[in-house]
């Protein structure tokens, strides 16, 4: 059952300074029962707690029940910076290192198992999942991601921070598989360690993030992971009605949702279950 979260007393902020310029909220379960870990990434105009009282974004709620801990980064800006080349390489000193560093000080700070690290967000939450799992390959184990485009689709030519990409938002910008891979591995160069395992959400009459950029997202996640860009099988009405499951082997999986606009709802099972939660 739904019950309302804002203001919460038990969504924690903790001191702001050691994250840049973005604010880290945490909420613990009265029973922790894991040591693992979900960064929840709040949409453009949103902000951690918003995010958290969104009953459509259900994370608390999957805390409650399974009892792993849960991170809320808060933009103090209108979107995630997606665009900047200091967000867009590891350890670059942007948003993606900021939320980095939150992760970082969570493993220690509530004792995480560093292979249990998850990544959601949905629209600019989703961009930034994109991003973070290029960036810090190294901290993520698994990204569950909702109406986003793919790592580095946002860039902005001048450099700006935080900027939008109006070709990239039409869904105008499209690459080549290896090319897609490449701007992943740019972001990161010389890493070549494990890298996340990717769940890409979009929905089909998204008007705001063109549908195009699930294809372009494929793309990127399955040239990097190694995976082939044609689904092992495609299943539709899962995990509901009207989506269609994509599986491209164990580090990709596909989530195409008939008729759905943007900001597909989080689906807390199918997302838990790609984390192994
Ligand atoms: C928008 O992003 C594309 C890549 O997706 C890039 O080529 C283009 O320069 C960007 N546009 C602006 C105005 O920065
Ligand atoms: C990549 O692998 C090589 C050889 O195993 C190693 O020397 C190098 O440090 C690795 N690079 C990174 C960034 O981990």
Request: with cysteine; hydrophobic share 35%.
């Amino acid at each position: 059952m739904y019950r309302p979260a804002y203001p919460n007393p038990r969504l924690h902020p903790p001191t702001p300074l050691q994250f840049l310029t973005i604010h880290r909220w945490v909420y613990v379960p009265d029973k922790i029962q894991t040591d693992a870990l979900v960064i929840a990434i709040h949409s453009c105009q949103s902000s951690a707690q918003k995010y958290f009282a969104n009953s459509k974004i259900p994370w608390h709620q999957g805390s409650d029940r399974k009892g792993y801990i849960t991170v809320w980064p808060s933009s103090t800006t209108e979107c995630w910076d997606v665009s900047s080349k200091a967000s867009l390489s590891h350890d670059g000193g942007g948003d993606s290192n900021a939320i980095a560093n939150m992760i970082k000080h969570a493993l220690t700070q509530y004792n995480i198992d560093p292979q249990k690290v998850y990544v959601t967000g949905g629209s600019s939450g989703a961009m930034m999942s994109n991003v973070l799992a290029a960036t810090y390959p190294d901290l993520i184990t698994a990204v569950s991601l909702y109406s986003g485009v793919p790592a580095g689709c946002f860039v902005s030519s001048s450099g700006g921070s935080a900027q939008w990409n109006n070709t990239c938002s039409a869904g105008q910008s499209t690459a080549t598989p290896q090319k897609w891979g490449d701007v992943v591995r740019a972001m990161y160069p010389g890493y070549n360690g494990t890298r996340p395992r990717m769940q890409i959400w979009h929905g089909s009459v998204d008007g705001t993030l063109s549908p195009r950029n699930y294809d372009e997202t494929i793309k990127q996640w399955t040239n990097v992971l190694g995976a082939s860009t044609a689904p092992v099988s495609s299943r539709p009405d899962t995990p509901e009605k009207n989506y269609r499951m994509d599986d491209f082997g164990a580090s990709v999986e596909g989530i195409w949702a008939v008729g759905v606009g943007h900001s597909v709802p989080s689906h807390l099972d199918a997302s838990e279950a790609w984390f192994g939660l």
